[in-house]
């Protein structure tokens, strides 16, 4: 567990910090220990295959040379290539790429997706970087990289601070660097790309429909209509944007919002195709949006609401504000929003918390098939992806709500049961080399 120390009455005092990687071992095993893993397996997937750190130089814009550090970390691959985003931003590090690297192996196992977990990034704040410094850092990153990343071996994809034009700028460079008659062949080494450029109709939306979508089985299950229901997001992103807009459309209510820049609400409702276009010429920001009030920072988990969603970063919801939200239901748009103290206080307060390894499973399952459409050549229209991918996750919400239910657990650990005994059964047919 990490520390951070403070100056208090000139005195130096530590505490300690739980991190990301605390929060996914101790899940890991609290569902470990219920289905019983076999010792053996747990070693295995209590650690990562491969780790990476990368430092590679870029010329920047006035002509001096920065020094970046990139990590991807490959945590298992035992039910195929390595799967998983890279992230820009100022937090990443080996702990927070190894945290994540397993949570994406849980996650592509509970959707049935033939991945492992994978994740990585760069250490960076963007937005202190023009568009052409930020091409020339993910062309110089891309082949830092080099051959630990491949079509049929690990598939990155967009994350914090990434988009379309990210996954098309790696595509080409991986591309550019294999022998010619290859070149083509290898247009999936990387997920999440433009229309244009061999992406997938749909994927933009795909996190953010997949959130939407568990809480719509969630109230079916319950059986709530969404209609009045107001909902609070915190991160107006891909994610928090899209999850919004089809809840909208369900008539649920968007009456608060938190971004890195400040926090509004409504408790009339606040538009989101309005806060979304002011966004877009506001850079990025959803502060002063004019049909609404400020909203103090530490208030925002504090906002009257039905439904809660976390959708920014990791560590949102501890056992400082977890007592003070008003939601009946949390869906984690973001990865280990919640942690394990402010799980317990949710959980015990009956508050029902949708796992971030199934509500925001969505993304990863609209990569699998962009990797598919692109591996076989085909072309899927919208229409179809949205069908197929609201199947996906119905299947897989289905069958976590049927194992809580019977097992008498919550969600997350539900889910988590499901994944590790996936893995668990491919290790025991296949047995472990030599």
Known sequence: MATITATINGKKKSAPVRGMMDNVMEQFNSAADHIELHPNIKKILSITNNELIVHFPVKMDNGEVEIFTGYRVQHNNALGPYKGGLRYHPTVDIDAARALAMWMTWKTSLAGLPYGGAKGGIKIDPSLYSQGELERITRRFTFALADNIGPEHDIPAPDVNTNSQTMAWMADTYMSTRPP????????????????????????????????????????????????????????????????????????????????????????????????????????????????????????????????????????????????????????????????????????????????????????????????????????????????????????????????????????????????????????????FP
């Open 181 to 432: 008659a290859e070149r083509t062949a290898n247009q999936h080494v990387v997920t999440g790309k433009p229309d244009g450029s061999g992406g997938l109709e749909g994927r933009d939306r795909a996190t953010g429909y997949g959130v939407f979508l568990t809480i719509k089985f969630w109230a079916e299950r319950n059986k709530q209509s969404l209609v009045g229901k107001r909902f609070i997001v915190q991160g107006f992103g891909n994610v928090g944007y899209w999850a919004s807009y089809f809840l909208e459309k369900e008539g649920a209510k968007l009456v608060a919002v938190q971004d890195a820049f400040g926090s509004i609400r409504n408790a009339s409702g606040i538009k989101v195709e309005d806060l979304f276009n002011y966004t877009k010429a506001n850079n990025g920001s959803v502060k002063g949006f004019p049909e609404s009030f400020d909203l103090d920072h530490e208030k925002f988990f504090t906002t009257e609401c039905d439904i809660c969603i976390p959708a920014a970063l990791g560590n949102q919801i501890t056992k400082e504000n977890a007592s003070k939200i008003k939601a009946e239901v949390i869906a984690e748009g973001a990865n280990g929003p919640t942690n394990v103290e402010g799980e317990k206080i949710l959980l015990d307060r009956g508050i029902t918390i949708i796992p971030d390894i199934l509500c925001n499973s969505g993304g990863v399952i609209g990569s699998y098939f962009e990797w598919l459409q692109n591996r076989n050549g085909e072309l899927w229209q919208l229409d179809e992806v949205m069908v197929k991918l609201e199947k996906k996750m119905k299947e897989s919400f289905d069958k976590v709500y049927a194992y809580s239910e019977s097992e008498a657990m919550d969600f997350r650990t539900a889910a988590y049961c499901i994944a590790i005994k996936r893995i668990e059964k491919a290790y025991i047919q296949r047995g472990i």
